[in-house]
C-alpha cells in the first residue's frame, strides 16, 4: 500500500503564501507523475498542478504565475508553493500520486486533503 500524508494548510489573509507538502511511503518502485487538486465547496475537484517523473510541469490556468509546484525525489515529497493567495483559492486541497509498486503494478493514491482558507 501506499500513503499520503499533506502538511501546510492553514488560513492565510489575501496576498500571503504558504507551502504544501506532501509525502509519500510504502509500497512505491517508481513515481509516474504527481499532483496537486483542490475542491471548493459546492465545487468539483480540479488539476491545480502536476509534475512528472521527468520534471515536467502544467499548472491551471487560474495558478499559473503564483503557484509553484516542486519535488525532492529522494524524500519522495512534493511540494505546492503558493503566492499571492486569492480568497478563490480557498479548497481543500488533495495530493495525489501515479506510481507503480514493485511487481509492476500501476496505483493511483489519493492524501486525506489539507485546508487552506484565504481571507482577512
Known amino acids: 500500500q501506499v500513503q499520503l500524508v499533506e502538511s501546510g494548510g492553514g488560513l492565510v489573509q489575501p496576498g500571503g503564501s504558504l507551502r504544501l507538502s506532501c509525502a509519500a511511503s510504502?509500497?512505491?518502485?517508481?513515481?509516474?507523475?504527481m499532483g496537486w487538486y483542490r475542491q471548493a465547496p459546492g465545487k468539483e475537484r480540479e488539476l491545480v498542478a502536476v509534475?512528472?517523473?521527468?520534471?515536467?510541469?502544467n499548472y491551471a490556468d487560474s495558478v499559473k504565475g503564483r503557484f509553484t509546484i516542486s519535488r525532492d525525489n529522494a524524500k519522495n515529497t512534493l511540494y505546492l508553493q503558493m503566492n499571492s493567495l486569492k480568497p478563490e483559492d480557498t479548497a481543500v486541497y488533495y495530493c495525489?500520486?501515479?506510481?507503480?509498486?514493485?511487481?509492476?503494478?500501476?496505483?493511483?493514491?489519493w492524501g486525506k486533503g489539507t485546508l487552506v482558507t484565504v481571507s482577512s
Open positions: 510504502g509500497n512505491i518502485f517508481s513515481i509516474n507523475s
Open positions: 495525489n500520486l501515479d506510481s507503480s509498486d514493485y511487481r509492476r503494478r500501476r496505483m493511483f493514491t
Open positions: 509534475i512528472t517523473s521527468g520534471s515536467t510541469t
